[in-house]
């Protein structure tokens, strides 16, 4: 199931290249969205919850937001 999420992600990227739409933006929504999972301001979460948010996100069936993060990096340096 991660492979089919990596490629739709794939294919939004394409679409917004194609339309002229930085692929940045994709990059800064998947990290708001990743705060909701993970509250980095949040001094009183536990080395422990972080770990276990990072199993939850390892059985999700999307790529983990830093995984589809990168993915944008990737693409940029395949589409100058």
């Keep these: 199931m991660r492979?089919?999420?990596?490629?739709?992600?794939?294919?939004a990227?394409?679409?917004?290249?194609?339309?002229?739409i930085p692929v940045d933006h994709f990059a800064a929504v998947m990290g708001r969205l990743g705060g909701f999972y993970l509250n980095k301001n949040?001094?009183?979460?536990?080395e422990t919850l972080q770990q276990e948010k990072s199993i939850?996100?390892?059985?999700?069936t999307h790529p983990t937001t830093k995984e589809r993060i990168k993915l944008v990096d990737q693409f940029k340096a395949n589409h100058p």
């Design 42 to 46: 949040d001094a009183a979460e536990t």
């Design 13 to 20: 990227l394409e679409q917004m290249d194609r339309f002229g």
């Design 56 to 60: 939850a996100d390892f059985f999700s």
């Design 3 to 11: 492979k089919k999420k990596k490629e739709a992600d794939d294919f």
